[in-house]
């Protein structure tokens, strides 16, 4: 992979595994210097990764946490050029049958949390100007059965983002939202098992409308692209990654 993110600064969020250990991986291998958030394999990749790379465990839903490892971040890589929010849950259910307790944890990680992260690192990203990544969801553009809660949370990530990129605009920021179809991760691994026990039908049936499962990786090289100084006129957009499952009408 070609330097793109050469001494560029960047905290990921989620960063333990599936997609955003795939952005983090990619991140560090085209020259960005890391640090990683999650509530669990942040600090594995980051021994793995090597160089300055750090892991810090965070709950995005706590203040406490988000607030330290913003700080932490912008005092171990001296600011932040980039800021990937990609902590995220599912529910799947019936939305009618998604409990409170469901639904507020769902929205406290994929949204709240979002907003969270985004507000205590906002500082440090007009400082030094820069790119901030959202990573929704092809639910977050369309609706999805047994995804109702998931569709809410996803779509005000992609609300927000627009706002993002219009009120920090002046200052030097974009704002960018990558919205994945179904990816080869553990997410949507425990997805399949659900979406089958739920529908009695094979979870391939869905799989076969964007003809494949993307990769990790696949969203990582966006995720990447959309970072780089490459990007610098791309502002306030989310892009559809799903191998053309948005587009299915039939």
């Not at 810090?56 to 800021?83: E, F, K, P, Y």
């Not at 969801?137 to 990530?157: D, H, I, N, R, T």
């Not at 993002?164 to 994945?180: S, Y």
């Not at 391939?204 to 970072?227: K, Y």
């Given at each position: 992979m070609s330097r793109q993110?050469?001494?560029?600064?960047?905290?990921?969020t989620g960063a333990g595994s599936g997609i955003?250990?795939?952005?983090a991986t990619a991140y560090a291998e085209a020259g960005g210097r890391v640090v990683l958030g999650d509530i669990a394999g942040a600090e594995d990749l980051a021994g793995a990764l090597g160089g300055d790379a750090l892991g810090?465990?965070?709950d995005v839903r706590?203040?406490?946490?988000?607030?330290?490892?913003?700080?932490?971040a912008s005092r171990h890589l001296g600011g932040l050029d980039l800021l990937v929010n990609n902590a995220g849950v599912e529910t799947l259910a019936p939305l009618h049958e998604?409990?409170?307790?469901?639904?507020?944890?769902?929205?406290?990680?994929?949204?709240?949390?979002?907003?969270?992260?985004?507000?205590?690192?906002?500082p440090a990203l007009i400082e030094g100007g820069g790119a901030i990544l959202n990573v929704a969801s092809l639910a977050g553009l369309a609706g999805f059965p047994l995804l109702g809660a998931y569709?809410?949370?996803?779509?005000?990530?992609?609300?927000?983002?627009e706002v993002m990129a219009l009120e920090l605009r002046d200052h030097g920021v974009r704002a960018n939202a990558i919205c994945p179809g179904f990816v080869d991760t553990p997410m949507v691994d425990r997805a399949a098992g659900a979406f089958e026990a739920a529908t009695g039908q094979p979870f391939d049936v869905v799989v076969a409308r964007q003809g494949r499962l993307g990769t990790p990786e696949e969203v990582?090289?966006?995720?990447?692209?959309?970072?780089?100084?490459q990007a610098s006129f791309i502002s306030g957009s989310a892009f559809a990654i799903d191998g053309g499952l948005n587009v299915q009408r039939l």
């Amino acid at each position: 992979m070609s330097r793109q993110l050469e001494g560029k600064r960047a905290l990921i969020t989620g960063a333990g595994s599936g997609i955003g250990r795939a952005i983090a991986t990619a991140y560090a291998e085209a020259g960005g210097r890391v640090v990683l958030g999650d509530i669990a394999g942040a600090e594995d990749l980051a021994g793995a990764l090597g160089g300055d790379a750090l892991g810090i465990r965070c709950d995005v839903r706590s203040t406490d946490d988000v607030a330290g490892l913003v700080a932490t971040a912008s005092r171990h890589l001296g600011g932040l050029d980039l800021l990937v929010n990609n902590a995220g849950v599912e529910t799947l259910a019936p939305l009618h049958e998604v409990t409170e307790e469901e639904f507020d944890h769902l929205v406290g990680v994929n949204l709240r949390g979002t907003w969270l992260v985004y507000k205590h690192a906002v500082p440090a990203l007009i400082e030094g100007g820069g790119a901030i990544l959202n990573v929704a969801s092809l639910a977050g553009l369309a609706g999805f059965p047994l995804l109702g809660a998931y569709c809410a949370s996803k779509g005000g990530c992609v609300r927000m983002t627009e706002v993002m990129a219009l009120e920090l605009r002046d200052h030097g920021v974009r704002a960018n939202a990558i919205c994945p179809g179904f990816v080869d991760t553990p997410m949507v691994d425990r997805a399949a098992g659900a979406f089958e026990a739920a529908t009695g039908q094979p979870f391939d049936v869905v799989v076969a409308r964007q003809g494949r499962l993307g990769t990790p990786e696949e969203v990582a090289a966006l995720a990447v692209f959309l970072g780089s100084d490459q990007a610098s006129f791309i502002s306030g957009s989310a892009f559809a990654i799903d191998g053309g499952l948005n587009v299915q009408r039939l």
